[in-house]
């Protein structure tokens, strides 16, 4: 497995990897894939296996309590705390294997060279016990606006931080 900054010539196998992941409502057009590439290029890491696309991790500086909503451009802050997690996926013949832990070892360490305190995400498709187990905890205490954020998700939704 290799792990590695995404480029623009991954995003056919990005937006692959979400059409078998994701439920039709959560699929992200390639148009907004590449936007936010190109929003927040260091912030963004796929891995490979035999020199194909396997899985991806998307993710933006941001402020802790902030929610990115489904389908939006990322609003990358100018004086970040932490690193948002925003998707990340694995190709099912590929998951139990290491790609997302690996993806994730990788925007760890680089939300902790920009000296981030936090890492956030929302867990979607009945994946909050997974996020637990890394360490995250869900947060509860969101004010309205971002309630409405993380409504935007099919299905539940719970907003997790992270302390790094």
Known sequence: MLVR?????????????QTLVYVSAMVEPPALLASRLAAAPDCAWVAEQDNQVV???????????????????????QFANALYLHDMAVTPQQT??????????????????????????????STRSYWQGLGFIEQIDLNEEQTIKLASYTGPAFYMVKEL
């Open 55 to 77: 899985a991806y991790l998307v993710a933006y500086p941001s402020t802790n309590g902030r929610i990115s909503a489904l389908g939006q451009d990322f609003q990358v802050a």
């Open 96 to 125: 139990g294997l290491g790609m997302a832990r690996g993806m994730l070892t990788s925007a760890l360490a680089y939300a902790g060279q920009q000296g981030w305190q936090y890492a956030c995400l929302v867990s979607v498709q």
């Open 5 to 17: 900054t995404m480029q623009p010539d991954d995003l056919a196998a990005v937006y692959h990897i």
